[in-house]
């Protein structure tokens, strides 16, 4: 079987806590005569983080259909022996 709903929970909270980590990033870091410049990089981290949790999100939408056309098909044969 595959991964469970509490797992993709886990998995999109995960990538939430990244985003928001990203978010409070400074758009500077001096470390000695070295001057970081992290907006691009905390950009392309959010934007990294948003298709993963679009990508999970799909997933678990394809998981929840198919569980949901079991029941139904379930419910029919059911009601067809009554």
């Known amino acids: 079987t595959g991964p469970g709903l509490d797992d993709f929970e886990t998995k999109l909270k995960y990538f939430v806590n990244i985003e928001k980590e990203v978010g409070t990033w400074d758009p500077q870091h001096q470390i000695s005569a070295l001057m970081l410049q992290t907006t691009?990089?905390?950009?392309?981290?959010?934007?990294?983080?948003?298709?993963?949790?679009?990508?999970?999100?799909?997933?678990?939408?394809?998981?929840?259909?198919?569980?949901?056309?079991?029941?139904?098909?379930?419910?029919?044969?059911?009601?067809?022996?009554?």
């Open 40 to 82: 691009s990089l905390g950009q392309s981290l959010k934007e990294l983080t948003k298709t993963w949790k679009e990508a999970y999100a799909k997933e678990l939408h394809k998981d929840a259909y198919a569980k949901l056309e079991q029941c139904a098909e379930m419910v029919q044969r059911t009601t067809k022996k009554l």
